[in-house]
């Protein structure tokens, strides 16, 4: 069996409208889908490379020992 056949779906619906309530489930369905939309907009936003016209400095530091460690 799949785990997201129709009667697992209709159940986890049904569990949700009894734990909620009818006055709740609503709000929560119109979050949930608001977060859904904005977590594809930055996973879209993402996709694309940095831009090549940024400068990275780079730090060399040289330690001079006297006596080589043994």
């Not at 709740?24 to 904005?38: F, Q, V």
């Not at 400095?57 to 080589?68: A, G, H, L, M, R």
């Given at each position: 069996?799949?785990?997201?056949?129709?009667?697992h779906?209709?159940?986890?619906?049904?569990?949700?409208?009894?734990?909620?309530?009818?006055?709740?489930?609503?709000?929560?369905?119109?979050?949930?889908?608001?977060?859904?939309?904005?977590?594809?907009?930055?996973?879209?936003?993402?996709?694309?490379?940095?831009?090549?016209?940024?400068?990275?400095?780079?730090?060399?530091?040289?330690?001079?020992?006297?006596?080589?460690?043994?």
């Amino acid at each position: 069996m799949d785990i997201l056949s129709p009667v697992h779906i209709l159940l986890l619906l049904i569990i949700a409208l009894l734990v909620f309530g009818p006055k709740r489930l609503p709000e929560i369905g119109a979050g949930l889908g608001k977060s859904i939309r904005e977590f594809k907009a930055a996973m879209e936003r993402t996709d694309t490379p940095p831009a090549s016209d940024q400068n990275y400095s780079v730090t060399t530091v040289v330690s001079e020992e006297k006596d080589p460690p043994r």
